[in-house]
């Protein structure tokens, strides 16, 4: 069993930055295939970004691309976003999800992944 612990979210004033870090407790994700999703009040929640389990191939929803960077360090077990020129539209709570497998088919599907974290609030404010 994974367990994606998410960490870094915040308040911050728009046109600032925020890194999320996404860490497994127990379990590696190394060999697994990682993304964040987002969740905005009153919304479903939505594909922001995610990376296969080398980092070579990264994908990005197109409200972020620019913007968010996703990045990973395998040698801590660690999956990174790093959130530049943040809007109000991006608050939301953001999720960590990891699959079972290196790489995923659709990116964007929810159903793709098998392990959550609790997630991590970001507010931006105007």
């Known amino acids: 069993q994974v367990q994606p612990v998410e960490s870094g979210g915040g308040l911050v004033q728009a046109g600032g930055s925020l890194r999320l870090s996404c860490a497994a407790s127990?379990?590696?994700?190394?060999?697994?295939?990682v993304a964040w999703f987002g969740q905005a009040p009153g919304k479903e929640r939505e594909f922001v970004a995610a990376i296969v389990w080398s980092g070579g191939s990264t994908y990005y929803a197109d409200s972020v691309k620019g913007r968010f960077a996703i990045s990973r360090d395998n040698a801590k077990n660690t999956v990174y976003l790093q959130m530049n020129s943040l809007k109000p539209e991006d608050t939301a709570v953001y999720y960590c999800?990891?699959?079972?497998?290196?790489?995923?088919?659709?990116?964007?599907?929810?159903?793709?992944?098998?392990?959550w974290g609790q997630g991590t609030q970001v507010t931006v404010s105007s």
């Open positions: 999800a990891v699959s079972r497998l290196p790489s995923v088919r659709n990116w964007y599907d929810a159903a793709q992944y098998d392990y």
């Open positions: 127990e379990r590696t994700i190394r060999t697994r295939a």
